[in-house]
């Protein structure tokens, strides 16, 4: 058993070696996959995948004048290896862990799951009916468009992985993860030729209704985009994110809740603190660590103009987000973080303030936060207003975009429109061209969320997001 001599290894190096392996962590992956890929409702190409593989990471301590630092290096392993090669690669590991020197960490001990994941329900179905359930969704939807819009290219993948995380200190955790991908590109004729949207969606349910949802909103959006008239100037318009952007501006508020964001001070963000400008003092946040503020947690003083106007501007809707070990539906869900750390359901941000630090237990440990784990997915409270009242008054709302990109660290985002809804008040035609830019540290206190919510690619999160104070950049 592979494991079995990974281990031996491990032994060998640490009773004949001079450089010694303080802890190992070693990740276990049986993969089996079906692929299918279509070209309009034809199957041009099935096949199936199967696949073992073993990552690695050996830690290596050292001491410097008392202080303890820690190295660290991950290989893989394949089955195929025999185990010489396997004991020289390992100890190749070893050298460059001990190259390394980053402040000292424990490894998580065993802890008992504090999140119980629900079994899939691709796992009761044989492997014909996994996919043709999902092809079903998808082509079932695309029927309903015939003649207005349709499906140019379809692919499919069904896996199932059964993953073993096991390190020095005794934790040995199984599990199966269902993973479910499509990326599909839809299109419609126009009067100057044929146009595309290109989307893809990741599940792990066998649910014909949001697989079916998925691609029908993209249908119904191509079949626009062919005719789309160019987007006019506008200005002082609300825009309006929705799905995958909408999702998106939240994660920027998750990501810089991380404590390796924080560590590295590439987030801005203070616990106790809000994250969307204006000051509030009516939530209890975790307590900041010894001169964390100072040294860590800081606001830099290179804040931007914008961003120092935002801290004195009321917010419209304070901001509740959790992250989340495990969402229906989505095959980032589990029990334990990277690490081995058990994971359960906390909140982040309450009423727009910062309330604890999640993330890897090293930078936990290395900024004196508890440790609270490495999480896959957050989700964020519905908002107070519904769809139909963000739609009353005039707005842009873009559905797709050339490529959307949004700074990490600055919250600065910007994208080519593709396709767009601009409401005068009267009408609402869809248009094309132009572009969006703007801030989120400096727009956050305006936005307002939808209450409705759905289940994206790694959140629940509301459906749209509304910000008032957007750039809007037009072609006529």
Known sequence: MMIDTIREAIASINSNDAIKIADWRLVERVISRQERYYVANRAEQAR??????????????????????????????????????????????VVAASKSRNPWFALPEPSAPKVKLPISGFESLTPADQVEIARDAFFSAAARFEGSARIN????????????????????YSTVVWRGYSEFVVEADSPSGTVELFDDIEFSEPDPARLASSIASRLAQVHDRALAAPMPQLRDLPVILRGKEAEEAFAWFYGNSRTEAVYSKASAFEVGKSVQGAAHSDVDAEPVPQGATDSTCATSTSDTSAAAAALSAPVAEPLDLW????????????????????????????????????????HADWLGFPRRGAFPLFSVSPGSTRLEKLHAAPYLEPVMFSDFQLDPVTGDFGAEIRLAYYFDGKHTVPVSGGSISGSLSALSGSMRRSVETEVASRSRSPVALMLNGVTITGNA
């Open 153 to 172: 290219a379809l692919e499919l993948f069904i896996t199932r992985e059964r993953r073993r995380l096991l390190n020095s200190r005794g934790i040995d």
């Open 323 to 362: 992250a989340e070990p495990a969402i229906e539906g989505l095959p980032a869900s589990t029990a334990f973080d990277p690490d081995g750390f058990p994971l359960e359901r906390t909140e982040v941000i309450s009423g727009g303030v910062l309330k604890t630090l999640t993330g890897s237990v090293r």
């Open 48 to 93: 199936m995948v199967d696949d073992r593989g073993y990552a690695l990471t050996v830690y290596v301590d050292s001491a410097q004048s008392g202080t303890k630092f820690r190295g660290e290096a991950t290989i893989s392993l394949q089955p195929s290896f025999s185990a010489a090669d396997g004991l020289l690669k390992i100890r190749q590991a």
